[in-house]
């Protein structure tokens, strides 16, 4: 009873937290066999057609080779190659002439069969791999494109890390399901329908008899392939949730270190690695269930069709002799085992259709803005004249909260509007509404009369040029980011943009001048340095709108009244938006409005509204606050908000030491790693070993069935050469009950490997991506800064390599344990029936290998190639996918997708050249079986003739050496997944072994505060947890407020009251209960669904928790508007009685009470004091205030 409740409770939670645009997909998880191709072209279906009739051709072989088999079987064991009757010999002689000549005729039969496997063979796989390597590509471009198409909004609600695991691994799956694979399912269900028409032709009651097991081993198929495509979705989706934490974490790594928090990440991150490694341990279980089921199965039937054909014999039925019972056996046996073999296959392709299932789905998506739509009016020239008419809105990830409220606006062309009001008025979203980043609710936007909704996207999007607060600056040089404002930018228009937003002179102070990487997220640059590189960018595109919003907030003063200078010059002629929290900046504008709660409360010139003294009036005053004792200080007091992430000192002189390498150089330098041997990766497994030592011991019971069987089957076939029926049928009831014991053994042994190896396989993929991921966030924070170890490329080690670890340990450990013993016995068991026919089948057997292994080597090849052009390529994506706001209002997605179909052109031209190799390959080491078969036959018939062996060895040894090549085939197999663990391997102990010269896990060092002890000298994790820091730009992480508050205390869990206390102090407490979720409201990737100045208080909220010594505040008020400015200055002012407090500041307001200003100047101290010493020294510090007294 209880179990029922709890699954209706369970029901429930599901019902409850489903999102409603998740309905569609429990009906329908994969796409048509057919959909699937739906991006080939003519030629690719020319190829896949010749492919196909490749594959049939090929496929035909089997069967027929087992009709000669059965002819050679009839003239091996009549009596007469046997010298046993001397009654009879005289009439052999001329008997023996013509069975010479029979046996040559079947020789050249099988030399004919050898020559078609080989020239089709190479068909089938090289046109597949081909078409399969051009659709991908295809899909790749689409999916990337479709990606860049949709409207913001649809980004506000997708999880960008698990878009970025879907753009790789899901495209991968596509990719191997559509290729050889296919091939090799058509010739599979080709070799079924020719072996049952000849099994039929033949001997219709046996090969009805031997059927009569095959639906089983159909139905058992089909359920496991079933039950293992379930769990492989769940495996994804747990793997996915699991790279988001990874791609959230490493993106903000400097937050996380600074709040000691790798431990808390580690954990959630191995959270969600527990459910993926749960289905994991199941899905091996099953996949190794199902092929132990076909085992079964297989030599069961085997037992009964030896059994009724004997029966059939020995009753006299026509046409029945061992030859025919082998013929139709055979062909009926390799038609069935076909279908087990086609079942992998089968399911290769199941999964990419279920991959290609999530990728379609956002291929087809239209979005409701389309970014690359063709429609629309594309006006000759825009004049600027805005007009925003009742518009209302919310966000669609926010349905309930409410931005704007019938808000009406007019702009004239050519005006500078200010717009001004609390943080979270909505200022900014009239500007993304203006951009068309969203469609309003309600009302209209209009610009020069025109609804901007009628306007082509593009076109218009083109006119607007964008300076944010917090720039985006994408991971290239310095050229190539300004030159992203517009298409076909000339070096001159560059330059002039650059000394326009007054960044000429930094830009050429650095060695590479305007070649200088800026750094993943622009990270190289110090605040004010990408503002003015962005500012740039926006005035390269000559816009007709300009959007400001708090454009000039990252600069330092002195830079700031140049760059005001700078865009009220670029404002001219055109119309400008400003946003600003700090009055001064707007005084002149020639509209100022003043907007709250989404709506517009007056507006008006400065002089209007001070008159007024309404709500700007009363901005205006909480900007000037303190009259002192020289008048020079009131002034400096209006001087609202600078920000910088670096002190006065401008960067150059940091960074510059950066190598003089370009862009091209550094991006594909793969480090030189070392070979990493097999042995080193099986250690990995070491704590696993008894599950191991089980899963082998099974694997090795395994690998003796087959010589056991050959040894059985030999007997079966040359009882017939005596002629006593009572001994007959008791053997033959004999050899028949062993056969069934055989499938017995087969299938428990089967479980047990899966049961064991799966196990040992998903811990140590577990243990190490929990290994990976901790060697990943205990580095140095300038590791990070390198590009080969930028976030897209972490991810992709965490997601890919191990991944390949795993494919080489685990159950392929036992796959090869299988083989050995298979190969082994078999060796010496022929040994023991016949060494000469053995070592001529074994002097054959090195070229099969041979050419297995340059096929290996070719794939490892490919594949480390190909491992790089697509990081590379997944680099762009995720870089374009984590911006994609700026590259909208750059109208930039072109650029970016041209960039990305340019990465994989390098490796779609390997994946041809692979195509080539791996068909010839394949086809070689395929035919070459019948011509062994063809040399085989002829020496042993020889060997009959001269009495050197009886027919049974021969029998026994073709069998087992025959299932011993299969077995090598087998392993040979999986060369290529060994390599591709090896290259893996390399990253990973790259990885492990690299040790962080800060090394923030040591438990060394002391642990007193640093008054006069050098800081390197201290334990690391401890100093840290004395100090706190509130920087310019706050990270916050993709969960909710409170657990984004308590995040500033790690080493404990945080009571909500304590969390309230601090939200209090920070002055965001009534913000939070006013939220319908109050504290467990989720804050979006980086916080995107807060304001600038909200995310700045959770902040300081979480900065407070942790009870600092050191309080770090840089720039930590600077994104706020005047009144929480004032209450949090006052929250701060508290919160640093009695700590040490260290303030980066451009607004000197901020700062006029500090015991001591130290002014640096190019990374040296230029001189020090208080307020007032320094103003009476009359040098530098004297100039900045008076700078801010300029406006």
């Known amino acids: 009873m209880a179990n029922s409740e709890r699954a209706e409770e369970m029901q429930e939670n599901y019902q409850r937290n489903r999102k409603p645009q998740e309905l569609p997909k429990v009906r329908k998880q994969a796409v048509g066999p057919i959909e699937i191709f739906r991006f080939a072209n003519g030629l690719d279906i020319t190829l896949m057609i010749l492919g196909l009739l490749a594959s049939l051709v090929n496929g035909a072989c089997l069967p027929v080779m087992s009709l000669i088999l059965g002819k050679v079987s009839d003239n091996l064991i009549s009596g007469c190659l046997v010298k046993t009757n001397t009654t009879n010999y005289q009439n052999c002689t001329q008997f023996q002439e013509k069975l010479n000549e029979d046996i040559i005729m079947l020789t050249l039969y099988y030399i004919g069969i050898g020559v078609t496997a080989l020239v089709f063979g190479y068909i089938q796989i090289s046109s597949w791999v081909m078409t399969a390597a051009r659709q991908t590509e295809r899909i790749r471009k689409q999916f990337f494109h479709s990606v860049l198409a949709q409207d913001i909004s649809w980004f506000d609600s997708c999880d960008i890390g698990e878009l970025n695991t879907r753009m790789t691994d899901d495209i991968n799956k596509i990719s191997d399901g559509i290729g050889d694979k296919i091939a090799l399912l058509f010739q599979n269900i080709s070799t079924f329908s020719v072996g049952l028409a000849v099994g039929l032709v033949k001997g219709w009651k046996l090969t009805l008899v031997t059927l009569s097991t095959s639906p089983l081993i159909i139905a058992s198929a089909a359920m496991f392939s079933r039950i293992i495509i379930s769990l492989t979705t769940k495996e994804l989706n747990a793997y ?93 046996i390799h038609s069935s085992y076909c279908i087990g073999t086609a079942a992998p296959n089968f399911e290769t392709f199941t999964i990419a259709r279920g991959a290609a299932f999530n990728i379609f789905q956002v ?79 309600n009302g209209f936007i209009m610009v020069d009369e025109n609804d901007i909704r009628t306007l082509n996207v593009q076109h218009y999007r083109e006119h607007i040029g964008v300076v944010s607060q917090e720039p985006v600056l994408f991971g290239t040089t310095i050229h190539n980011n300004i030159k992203y404002g517009r298409d076909g930018v000339t070096d001159e228009e560059i330059k002039k943009a650059a000394k326009e937003a007054n960044a000429y002179d930094f830009i050429m102070a650095f060695p590479n001048k305007f070649n200088t990487l800026v750094g993943e997220k622009g990270a190289q640059m110090s605040g004010g340095q990408k503002q003015r590189i962005a500012i740039a960018r926006a005035l390269v595109r000559k816009p007709k709108i300009l959007i400001l ?222 290994l990976a991921f901790k060697a990943i966030l205990y580095q140095d924070i300038s590791w990070f800064d390198d590009k080969e170890n930028s976030t897209g490329a972490l991810t992709s080690i965490l997601a890919i390599d191990i991944a390949q670890i795993q494919g080489a340990t685990g159950s392929r450990i036992g796959v090869l344990t299988q083989n050995a013993t298979n190969m082994g016995l078999s ?63 750059l109208t930039r997605e072109k650029a970016f997708e041209q960039t990305y179909e340019e990465t994989l052109q390098a490796q779609h031209r390997n994946t041809l050249k692979k195509a080539q190799i791996f068909g010839s390959c394949y086809a070689f080491s395929h035919a070459f079986l019948y011509f062994a078969y063809a040399m085989g036959f002829r020496f042993g018939a020889y060997l009959i003739q001269a009495g050197r062996v009886t027919p049974e060895g021969i029998f026994v040894i073709f069998t087992a050496i025959a299932y011993g090549a299969m077995a090598i085939g087998e392993t040979l197999v999986l060369a290529p997944e060994y390599s591709r663990a090896k290259s893996g391997a390399a990253h990973l102990f790259a990885l492990l072994e690299k040790k ?125 508007d005047n009144e929480s400015e004032k209450v949090v200055q006052h929250a701060l002012d508290k919160a640093r009685k009695g700590k040490t407090c260290l303030v980066v500041a451009h607004r000197l307001s901020t700062i006029q009470n500090a015991d001591l200003i130290v002014v640096l100047h190019n990374g040296k101290i230029k001189e020090q004091g208080t307020h007032q010493e320094l103003l009476r020294n009359r040098d530098m510090y004297f100039k900045l205030v008076n700078a801010q007294l300029v406006q």
């Not at 340059?854 to 994506?877: P, R, S």
């Not at 206390?1061 to 209960?1073: G, Q």
């Open 240 to 332: 996915s949730k699991a790279g988001a934490v990874a791609e959230e974490v490493l993106s903000s790594i400097r937050t996380v270190v600074a709040f000691g928090a790798q431990e808390k990440e580690i954990q959630r991150y191995t959270q969600n690695l527990k459910d993926a490694k749960d289905v994991g341990i199941k899905k091996a279980i099953a996949s190794k269930l199902s092929l132990g089921a076909v085992y079964f199965f297989m030599i069961g039937t085997y037992g009964l069709a030896f059994w009724y054909g004997t029966s059939l014999i020995l009753s006299g039925e026509p046409g029945y002799t061992i030859g025919t019972v082998l013929a139709v056996f055979f062909s009926v």
């Open 363 to 441: 291929i087809d998506k239209k979005p409701a803005i389309d970014n690359f739509s063709t429609t629309g009016y594309k006006p000759e020239c825009i004049e600027g004249t805005v007009e925003f008419k009742n518009v209302s809105f919310n966000y669609p990830s926010r349905p309930s909260v409410k931005i704007l409220k019938d808000l009406n606006l007019k702009i004239k062309s050519g005006e500078t509007v200010a717009l001004v009001g609390p943080s979270g008025s909505g200022k900014s979203t009239i500007v993304q509404l203006l951009q068309r980043l969203y469609d309003p609710d």
């Open 549 to 770: 919003d708090e454009a000039t907030s990252a600069l330092d003063t002195e830079s700031e009244s140049v760059v005001q200078a700078a865009l009220e010059k670029a404002s001219k002629g055109r119309t400008t938006i400003v946003i600003a929290h700090r009055l001064s900046t707007i005084r002149s504008a020639d509209l100022i409005v003043t907007i709250k709660d989404g709506m517009v409360v007056e507006k008006g010139t400065h002089a209007e509204l001070m008159a007024k003294q309404g709500l700007y009036y009363s901005l205006a005053m909480t900007q000037d606050i303190k009259k002192a004792d020289e008048q020079i200080e009131s002034m400096a007091y209006s001087i609202e908000k600078n920000i910088n992430s670096v002190p006065l000192c401008s960067m150059n002189s940091i960074k510059s030491d950066l190598p003089d390498k370009s862009e091209e150089s550094i991006q594909y330098k793969e480090p030189g790693l070392p070979e990493v041997s097999l042995f080193k990766i099986f250690k990995l497994i070491k704590s696993e070993w008894l599950s191991v030592f089980l899963g082998t011991l099974a694997a090795v019971l395994n690998g003796a069935v087959h010589p056991v069987f050959a040894i059985i089957f030999a007997k079966i076939i040359t009882m017939f050469e005596n002629d006593d029926k009572t001994t007959l049928k008791h053997d033959a009831e004999m050899y028949s009950m062993i056969f069934v014991i055989l499938s017995v053994i087969s299938f428990v042994s089967y479980f047990f490997q899966g049961l064991f190896y799966g196990r040992a396989g998903e811990i140590l993929t577990m243990r190490l991506r929990h």
């Open 827 to 889: 060796i010496i068991i022929s040994f023991i029936y016949g060494w000469e026919m053995t070592l001529l089948i074994l002097s054959i057997a090195p070229i099969l290998a041979l050419t297995g292994m340059i096929e290996t080597t070719a794939m490892t090849g490919f594949a480390n190639k190909d491992k790089q052009e697509l990081k590379h390529a997944g680099k762009i994506a995720t870089e374009a996918v984590e911006n994609i706001r700026t590259i909208v209002s």
């Open 996 to 1120: 962080p010269t800060i090394d923030s896990y040591s438990q060394e060092g002391k642990k007193t505060l640093f008054d006069g002890v050098d800081a390197k000298e201290l334990n690391v994790q401890w100093l840290r947890s004395q100090i706190a820091i509130v920087s310019q730009e706050p990270v916050l992480f993709n969960c909710s407020i409170a657990d984004n508050i308590a995040y500033g205390d790690n080493s404990r869990v945080v009571s909500l009251d304590e969390i309230k206390e601090v939200a209090k102090a920070a002055n965001i407490h009534s913000f939070i209960e006013d939220l319908p979720k109050k504290y467990n409201t989720q804050v979006g990737l980086k916080g995107t669904l807060l304001s600038g100045g909200q995310k700045q208080r959770l902040a300081i909220a979480r900065a407070l928790l942790r009870k600092p010594k050191i309080l770090l505040l840089d720039e930590a008020t600077s994104a706020l």
